[in-house]
Nanobody, 115 residues
Framework: QVQLVESGGGLVQPGGSLRLSCAAS????????MNWYRQAPGKTRELVARITGSGSSTNYADSVKGRFTLSRDNAKNMVYLQMNSLKPEDTAVYYCNANDVNNYWGQGTQVPVSS
């Protein structure tokens, strides 16, 4: 069955870095655009970054541009979100999403940014 499993979340201090990983299985991974969303407490879920199936193109929310980098390894069915210069406003649950004909979600991983 389809699975998206996020890992790498955890408490980090402002200015710190974290790398989130998403392991995908059960669908033709390289055909799907992969996205990371986040949802902060009391706010709606927002798109953070997106990468095409081939990995040739990425897009980022203005709030993370220049600090976050999204990449994928189609040979390993993995997606990575490198987050640098983290700010308290980056605190959220981060979700991996696969989007094409179908739309799949992971369970989310928490990223609290606090001193």
């Amino acid at each position: 069955q389809v699975q998206l499993v996020e890992s790498g979340g955890g408490l980090v201090q402002p200015g710190g870095s974290l790398r989130l990983s998403c392991a995908a299985s059960g669908f033709p991974f390289s055909f799907y655009a992969m996205n990371w969303y986040r949802q902060a407490p009391g706010k709606t879920r927002e798109l953070v970054a997106r990468i095409t199936g081939s990995g040739s193109s990425t897009n980022y929310a203005d709030s993370v541009k220049g600090r976050f980098t999204l990449s994928r390894d189609n040979a390993k069915n993995m997606v990575y979100l490198q987050m640098n210069s983290l700010k308290p406003e980056d605190t959220a649950v981060y979700y991996c999403n696969a989007n094409d004909v179908n739309n799949y979600w992971g369970q989310g991983t928490q990223v609290p940014v606090s001193s």
